[in-house]
């Protein structure tokens, strides 16, 4: 018997000689430690996309709630709802929409719209300086502006509402903000939509030349003086023209959506967009941008950040 236990003894030896090492070693404590690092890495990562995904999807629908009671309005206005239409009063957190042109906040007939939860406007910028949009019952024609809005929680994350002149509201995200995306300010080409807006980090209050230069063949420059389109403390910058580029018939709007001592926030339309030669636009030689032939634009070396819609 005892022979017998022996052999067994010894067959088990001679089994436990295959196991390889990695299976009877464990974790040594560095590599725990290794494995924790790196989980709470990825799990830190997992959690900041998710509330940036989570304050981008609550800004939209601010932007979208905002840009759907402006246009009620106007349609109310256009077609003389409750006889006179309704116009809207922008407060931190909420809209309301009033009958006719004055804002009674004891009126029985105001509709209070709520902005999604976790957002606020933060900024109103119309040409009036008021906070209030009302749309002509005539051609639903308005004051243009912007209004910004952004996160409670973070208000480095942002959305712009545009209110344009002819009653038109769209809106818009900073690319390469804190949302996400690579900034394009003098850096890659972008699809042209027709419509951008720069936060140029320097103010235009103290220029004199506004230049176009259409990179046709040959070459078109156009150098216009400034100072008559600014108004008179020199807060708004609002500039139309109308060219004809290499045959092509092209408009450039420009309106300073923010002006002042330190920072230039400019919005550049040109229409039709993605058509007609490439198109360098400077203040005093300094370059803002860049729209190229094939439908791209890029912000120049002065463009600052460029928001894109």
Known sequence: MRKKRLNLLNVSKRHNKNISP???????????????AITSILLAGG????????I????????????????????????????????????DTSLVLF??????????SNKIVNLPSG???????????????SFSHLNGTTTPGTIVLSS??????????????????????????????GGSGGQGQVADTGHQEFNLGWSIQNTSELKFKFLTNPGQSEIF????HFNGNKTVFNYVRDFDAGGVDQRVTMYSNQLDPTNTIMSITRDPASSGPTLEIYIDDRLLVTYFSDGTVSAGSSGGTMIVQ
């Not at 959690?47 to 989570?54: D, E, K, W």
């Not at 939209?60 to 116009?87: H, N, Q, W």
Request: hydrophobic share 35%; aromatic share 8%; charged share 15%.
């Open 119 to 133: 957002t606020k406007i933060t900024s109103v910028n119309l040409e009036n300086g008021g906070s209030t949009v």
């Open 47 to 54: 959690i900041v996309s998710f509330t940036g995904l989570r």
């Open 225 to 228: 003086i400034m100072q008559p």
């Open 22 to 36: 990695f299976f009877c070693a464990g974790f040594t404590l560095v590599e725990l430690i290794i494995v924790i």
């Open 152 to 181: 409670i929680n973070d208000p480095a994350y942002t959305r712009t509402i545009y209110v344009n002149g002819s009653g038109r509201v769209y809106h818009a995200y900073t690319s390469g903000g804190s949302l996400g995306g």
């Open 99 to 108: 009958k006719g042109l004055v804002y009674d906040v004891n009126s029985s």
């Open 56 to 91: 981008s999807g609550g800004l939209s629908a601010g932007a979208d709630t905002i840009k759907l009671t402006l246009e009620k309005s106007r349609l109310s206005s256009l077609v003389k709802e409750d006889e006179t239409g309704y116009s809207v009063k922008l407060n």
